[in-house]
Structure formats: structure tokens, C-alpha cells
């Protein structure tokens, strides 16, 4: 099993920036991908970034692209979310996932929640 834990949501108003924080551990070798997703009140979960374990591939969606940076600590089995000009749309609790060769994300931490107000 692999075991996720976010860190460092919060509140900014618009304009400002987060970084947040997915430490993983236990079987980490059987990781292929990491990615970051969030789930907005009365909306689905939806795709953010994602880069391989090992910190290649990085992707995004559309309208983070420009704003976000994922990176990985190979030393730490962290991985990062780097959120600058935060919008209230970015609203959200944030999950790290990560996936195993062969399967989606099946390891999800708890979350992580982000509030940008105007």
C-alpha cells in the first residue's frame, strides 16, 4: 500500500499563492504517476497536474497552465503544487493520487482545502 498526506491549503484572497505538500510513503516503488486533483462544492473531482514518480511529464490542465507548477523531491517522495495568481475558482479541496503500472490513481490522500476570496 501507499499512504498520501496533503499539506498546506489555507486561505489567500485572489492574486496570492499557495504551495502544497503530498508526502508519500510506504510502497513507493510501485508508483508510476502522481497527480493533483480537486473537488469544488456541488461539482466533481477534477484533474489539476500530474508528473511521473520519478519527476518527467509534467500536465496540466488548461486553466491552470501558467499558474501552477508540479514538482517532485526525489530525496523526500514529496510532491509538490506550486498555485501562484490564485483565483476564487480555484476553490477546492485539493487530493494527491497516485497511480500503480497498469491502473488509475487508486492511493488518494485525505485533502487538502484551498480558499481564494475576492
Known amino acids: 500500500q501507499v499512504q498520501l498526506v496533503e499539506s498546506g491549503g489555507g486561505s489567500v484572497q485572489a492574486g496570492g499563492s499557495l504551495r502544497l505538500s503530498c508526502a508519500a510513503s510506504?510502497?513507493?516503488?510501485?508508483?508510476?504517476?502522481m497527480g493533483w486533483f480537486r473537488q469544488a462544492p456541488g461539482k466533481e473531482r477534477e484533474f489539476v497536474a500530474a508528473l511521473t514518480w520519478v519527476g518527467y511529464n509534467p500536465d496540466y490542465k488548461d486553466s491552470v497552465k501558467g499558474r501552477f507548477t508540479i514538482s517532485r523531491d526525489n530525496n523526500k517522495n514529496t510532491v509538490y503544487l506550486q498555485m501562484n495568481s490564485l483565483i476564487p475558482e480555484d476553490t477546492a479541496v485539493y487530493y494527491c493520487?497516485?497511480?500503480?503500472?497498469?491502473?488509475?490513481?487508486?492511493?488518494w490522500g485525505q485533502g487538502t482545502q484551498v480558499t481564494v476570496s475576492s
Open positions: 493520487a497516485a497511480s500503480r503500472v497498469g491502473t488509475n490513481y487508486v492511493f
Open positions: 510506504g510502497r513507493t516503488f510501485s508508483i508510476v504517476r
